[in-house]
């Protein structure tokens, strides 16, 4: 069964740094294609935050580029999202997700993904 679990999230003040980590188990890391960060504020759909690819290609919403940085470790089963200079708009429920099965150009869409963690929540205070 495989079990993806997030952890990391706080409340911060507005220009603070926070880092995600989720780690997937129950899987082989190595074959899965795609690995992202979602959220979801109350009322609003979930979207795609930062997506990474086996190969290590990454993408970004345009709301977090060159705030948000997302990384993986294969030796660990992990994939990290680093978030600096956070916003209350940032304020969201995150959600780690991972894929067998994607296509990298629409990574950032939910629809790619077949394995969600929980969700860890963010919120930023100004």
């Known amino acids: 069964q495989v079990q993806v679990v997030e952890s990391g999230g706080a409340s911060v003040q507005a220009g603070g740094s926070l880092r995600l980590s989720c780690t997937v188990s129950?899987?082989?890391?190595?074959?899965?294609?795609?690995m992202g960060w979602f959220r979801q504020a109350p009322g609003k759909e979930r979207e795609g935050v930062a997506a990474?690819?086996?190969?290590?290609?990454?993408g970004y919403a345009e709301a977090v580029k060159g705030r948000f940085t997302i990384s993986k470790d294969n030796n660990t089963n992990t994939h990290y999202l680093e978030m600096d200079n956070l916003r209350p708009e940032d304020t969201a429920m995150y959600f780690c997700?991972?894929?067998?099965?994607?296509?990298?150009?629409?990574?950032?869409?939910?629809?790619?993904?077949?394995?969600w963690g929980q969700g860890t929540q963010v919120t930023v205070s100004s």
């Open positions: 990474i690819t086996r190969g290590g290609t990454t």
């Open positions: 129950g899987y082989n890391y190595n074959m899965l294609l795609c």
């Open positions: 997700a991972a894929s067998s099965a994607c296509i990298s150009l629409f990574f950032l869409q939910k629809t790619q993904y077949n394995f």
